[in-house]
């Protein structure tokens, strides 16, 4: 995960405003959906491994992984229900080396399941803005949402309505919420309205960079990335270990684009027409960006893209163990990623850990 840092870049201010409170008291999960949780395997090309995963002293799925390639892959190896009141999980199974030596192993972790915290931002039954509040109110995370509809509402939506004139285009209709309330998690923050524009002009208005002198835009940017970006619209940026934005291309998925498959060999999808598709860009790789596409590459929807950012940024310390035989879960996750891999400064020791909200894997 990126560091986070606590300067800000010259120009960018944060706007005091009354704050819905931050209580450290849990939410009541939304019982209405049922999460899974993937294992995903991360091991050396040409290592296998068959194990068996018991949650309580009862199996709940098995799986046989060969690594063909470096990485994890964004397809779970083997799935199952998200346990809601389980005290322990354990994985126990056989590594084969690439040349086919075994190693057994076992190992038990006490679960701790954040679901109390984090069900908010997956329950359905509420509005998207709604989900954030709640989640902002029993997680003490550093999002700060406005209680009610911000006083500057009216001239937010006519400044919205005025940049779908401007870029001949419909934006999604959750970024309409952005009008009427102010939304910050930590030093990061989704865009007022009157400031929502297209990365272009994020680039050139506030990020400092320009069209002229020694190291102008256009020789910075690839022709593809400066085609994207002079149509997509940024709504939120980051403010951390360098400046990064969450954006919507109109456009949506390039013919041939790469999703993020690492080990998958399928690229993204067009989804839906006229849907666009939502991506991620930092400034230390301006002419690449990570698409926000679900399990079957498709375009996520913007409400999924819009939690995405508090999924990335204000989960973080939530998820952290407490020690190294406490393996945090999260039942409310749709579909909560757990990472297998091996410790390896002797004997192989098996290692799940939950990268459902960390800086990248929270896009899988």
């Known amino acids: 995960m990126r560091t986070r840092l606590l300067s800000l870049p010259l120009g960018f201010v944060l706007l005091a405003f009354p704050l819905v409170g931050k209580a450290a008291t849990?939410?009541?999960?939304?019982?209405?959906?049922?999460?899974l949780t993937g294992i995903h395997p991360w091991l050396q090309v040409g290592e296998r491994v068959s194990a068996e995963v018991l949650v309580d002293g009862?199996?709940?799925?098995?799986?046989?992984?060969?690594?063909?390639?470096?990485?994890?892959?964004?397809?779970?190896?083997?799935?199952?229900?998200?346990?809601?009141?389980?005290?322990?999980?354990?994985?126990?199974?056989?590594?084969?080396?690439?040349?086919?030596?075994?190693?057994?192993?076992?190992?038990?972790?006490?679960?701790?399941?954040?679901?109390?915290?984090?069900?908010?931002?997956?329950?359905l039954s509420l509005p998207w803005i709604k989900r954030i509040q709640t989640f902002s109110q029993h997680a003490d995370a550093g999002v700060r949402v406005s209680p009610e509809p911000a006083a500057t509402a009216a001239a937010g939506l006519a400044a919205l309505r005025k940049l779908e004139q401007r870029l001949k285009l419909k934006l999604p209709a959750p970024v309409f919420e952005l009008a009427r309330y102010r939304i910050e998690i930590n030093n990061s923050s989704f865009l007022a309205a009157s400031d929502i524009r297209t990365v272009t002009e994020l680039l050139l208005k506030d990020w400092g960079y320009s069209e002229k002198g020694e190291h102008p835009l256009s020789r910075i940017l690839s022709p593809t990335a400066r085609a994207r970006y002079d149509r997509s619209i940024a709504v939120f940026v980051e403010v951390?270990?360098?400046?990064?934005?969450?954006?919507?291309?109109?456009?949506g998925v390039v013919a041939d684009e790469p999703g993020l498959s690492y080990g998958d060999k399928r690229g993204a999808l067009p989804g839906t027409p006229n849907t666009g598709v939502w991506f991620w860009l930092h400034q230390d790789t301006l002419s690449e960006w990570n698409l926000l596409l679900d399990r079957a590459q498709q375009p996520r929807s913007a409400e999924d893209a819009l939690?995405?950012?508090?999924?990335?940024?204000?989960?973080g310390d939530i998820v952290t163990p407490a020690h190294d035989n406490e393996l945090v879960i999260d039942s409310a996750h749709p579909n909560a990623l757990l990472q297998f891999h091996f410790d390896r400064d002797k004997k192989p020791v098996p290692r799940l850990w939950l990268r459902s909200y960390d800086y990248h894997y929270s896009l899988y």
């Open 26 to 35: 849990p939410a009541a999960p939304n019982s209405t959906r049922v999460g």
């Open 58 to 123: 009862k199996a709940v799925t098995q799986f046989t992984y060969q690594a063909v390639s470096p990485g994890m892959k964004r397809q779970a190896s083997a799935s199952f229900t998200s346990p809601t009141h389980a005290r322990q999980l354990e994985l126990r199974g056989t590594l084969f080396d690439p040349q086919g030596k075994p190693q057994t192993f076992r190992r038990t972790w006490a679960l701790r399941d954040v679901a109390s915290y984090s069900a908010p931002l997956y329950d």
């Open 240 to 251: 951390g270990d360098g400046l990064g934005a969450l954006a919507w291309d109109p456009a």
């Open 307 to 315: 939690t995405n950012a508090v999924q990335r940024f204000a989960m």
